[in-house]
């Protein structure tokens, strides 16, 4: 399988599949026959059209799968390849949602990776192309592949056993560094935007409706938005100074899917808002002395993960951002040993630069004004700049 390591593909083609995950396999098999196809574009679509869904008639039996951070997610039939999607409708209402959909398909259009969900098209209403400042659009559509199943599904089952978690995670790390070599923060890390093929066990990364571009050849802080990520998968750093981060929040958020994997549960669960950063308190070292031989309560409140795995746990989930692995050292670490294989963990060949962004602003005001001049790019503070700070709004 081109992308993925020897050792994975043996693993997925000998069929290492456990039988709940065929069971949900069975589930999403796709009709397979050209009548059945035709038949199905012959049919009202209700609750596409409840929803408000017009993509004209090439996508038909279109069927709600859930929401996504910035819209409604449906699946549905493409009649002319006959294979089964995934399209998710962002409605335009106002200046911030130019701005959230300008950002999201700009960067899912370039990320392309084994682990990431692959985009097929973007359209507008009625299936009409996309201008490029979206100007005069209320509606636009991504379509993308359809995966079987996702990991928050999975594990209202109950925990996966080792080999399965180990290997989901690698996969997503795999996905992690090369999207943060894109300069990308995906920003809203959790089982529900962690998607599955459970008939391969092949994981992708999908959900970028709150993903930011960040450039690390200028500083952000206090310029990214607080409350984004699901709380029980922030970092300490967005509880606790939540307009300055990095991509440590992704790690943070990766570490906390893992144990959930290894124990079927949250691991810093509560009934309150602060009750996140109460509970990740009970498992970290002291660092007023970080010098003392403080013992690791994590140890103890993952009593059935085996010390491998706790060691690999506490490299990620560490109070300090700055000592937390990245994506790149995580896949070094002893507990992926049995599948990581550097030359085959691509990084991006086309990151996203400051100018990204900055291009994404005047997009939206052209949508605006219907008209923008070149001067307009120096009227922005801090662009003639060689360094400094980007005068990025808060979304």
Request: proline share 5%; hydrophobic share 40%; charged share 25%.
């Amino acid at each position: 399988m081109h992308g993925i390591p020897i050792l994975v593909w043996i693993l997925l083609s000998t069929g290492w599949v456990s039988a709940c995950l065929r069971h949900q396999a069975d589930q999403n098999n796709v009709c397979g026959t050209l009548a059945a196809v035709f038949s199905m574009a012959g049919k009202s679509d209700l609750a596409g059209r409840v929803h408000g869904f017009d993509l004209g008639v090439r996508y038909v039996e279109l069927k709600p799968l859930g929401y996504g951070a910035n819209g409604l997610v449906f699946a549905a039939i493409d009649s002319q390849s006959y294979r089964k999607v995934a399209v998710k409708k962002i409605t335009i209402s106002d200046s911030l949602s130019v701005k959230h959909a300008l950002r999201e398909v700009k960067i899912i259009r370039r990320l392309e990776h084994d682990n990431v969900v692959k985009v097929f098209e973007v359209l507008g209403p009625k299936g009409s192309h996309v201008p490029r400042d979206m100007c005069g659009l209320t509606v636009v559509y991504i379509v993308q592949e359809h995966m079987d199943t996702d990991l928050a599904r999975l594990l209202e089952q109950g925990s996966l056993t080792e080999e399965h978690a180990k290997l989901f995670m690698y996969q997503l790390l795999r996905g992690l560094k090369y999207i943060h070599s894109a300069n990308i923060l995906h920003r809203d890390l959790k089982p529900a935007n962690v998607f599955i093929n459970t008939e391969d066990l092949l994981l992708k990364i999908g959900d970028f409706g709150l993903a930011r571009i960040v450039d690390p050849h200028y500083s952000h802080k206090g310029h990214l938005s607080e409350g984004l990520v699901t709380k029980w998968y922030r970092s300490p750093r967005l509880l606790l100074s939540p307009n300055n981060y990095t991509k440590a929040i992704d790690m943070w958020a990766a570490g906390c899917i893992l144990g959930e994997m290894l124990t079927g549960k949250m691991l810093f669960a509560g009934e309150m808002i602060p009750s996140p950063f109460q509970e990740l308190l009970r498992v970290m070292p002291a660092y007023i002395r970080p010098k003392w031989d403080v013992p690791r309560p994590l140890r103890k409140l993952l009593l059935e993960v085996n010390s491998e795995a706790i060691d690999f746990l506490e490299k990620i989930l560490t109070f300090n951002s700055m000592d937390r692995l990245t994506g790149e050292e995580a896949l070094a670490h002893p507990y992926m040993s049995p599948y990581t294989c550097p030359q085959d963990e691509p990084v991006s060949q086309h990151p996203f630069r400051i100018e990204d962004e900055i291009d994404d602003i005047l997009l939206m005001e052209a949508s605006q004004t219907s008209s923008r001049k070149q001067e307009d790019l120096d009227s922005i503070p801090g662009q003639s700049e060689a360094l400094g700070k980007f005068p990025y709004s808060s979304v």
